[in-house]
Nanobody, 122 residues
Framework: QVQLVESGGGLVQAGGSLTLSCAAS????????MGWYRQAPGINRYAVAR????????DYTDSAKGRFTITRNNAEETMTLHMTDLKPEDSGVYYC???????????????WGQGTQVTVSA
């Protein structure tokens, strides 16, 4: 059974930084594209950053470009999202997602973590 466990959320002041981590297990020896998604009240969950299976390709939502960096360590089956210059609008629950294949996809995969709350105060 696939398990994704996020950590690293918290409360931070605007302009601060946070690093989120996702630990994956039971992915059957395969390497999958993965992503970080954000959900805020009244807003549908959407991709903030995605990374291909090899880590060579990444994609960010416009508001995250230049401020967030997604990385992965396939040997350790972990993925991180380093967020800098945080803004109140970055607040929400951040979810780790395992993608549908090895390449970046516009659609998320079927497996999600439990989410970690990020709150940015003004």
């Amino acid at each position: 059974q696939v398990q994704l466990v996020e950590s690293g959320g918290g409360l931070v002041q605007a302009g601060g930084s946070l690093t989120l981590s996702c630990a994956a297990s039971a992915i059957n020896g395969r390497t999958w594209a993965m992503g970080w998604y954000r959900q805020a009240p009244g807003i549908n969950r959407y991709a903030v950053a995605r990374i291909s299976a090899s880590g060579a390709l990444t994609d960010y939502t416009d508001s995250a470009k230049g401020r967030f960096t997604i990385t992965r360590n396939n040997a350790e089956e972990t993925m991180t999202l380093h967020m800098t210059d945080l803004k109140p609008e970055d607040s929400g629950v951040y979810y780790c997602n395992r993608g549908r294949g090895t390449a970046l996809s516009t659609l998320p995969g079927d497996y999600w973590g439990q989410g970690t709350q990020v709150t940015v105060s003004a």
